[in-house]
């Protein structure tokens, strides 16, 4: 597989905060970026596209997942670490799983249904930055 080229500006991106019976979806990323590190579902907005319609259509292609969209969960920018590296602005949002079960694919090798209070004894895991603080601010928006 040929190496990606990333742009030389800023990609918007999307990610979602799954729920389901109280726990949140963790996915761990099949390949760069964040290779190996548990993460939501998500990845860019094409041209044209709302920032609802890339979720649910990232959501859909990286899970198989049907999800009813709650509301913007909050923000992160990934700046390049490393030269080649991209830089991303990531809208994370809280959703609600609706339908099917989560299937993996060259772009995931594992997915798990995680307590939101239990993220920080998963001290195994490897979580991408700012993982936890969107998933308790998406929790806030979920939780009556």
Known sequence: MAPVVQPSHPQLAVSAAIFRDGK?????????PAKGFYSLPGGR??????????????????????????GLAGWREV?????GAGHY????????WTAREPVLNDELD???WVAPDALASLGDLQLTGGLEEVIQSAHRLIAP
């Open 24 to 32: 949140v979806l963790l996915v761990r990323r099949a390949r760069s």
């Open 45 to 70: 907005v094409e041209f044209g596209e709302s920032l609802q319609q890339a979720l649910a259509r990232e959501v859909d292609e990286e899970t198989g997942l049907g999800i009813e969209i709650i």
């Open 79 to 83: 700046l390049p670490a490393a030269p």
């Open 89 to 96: 602005l990531i809208m994370s949002f809280a959703a609600r």
């Open 110 to 112: 594992d997915v798990r």
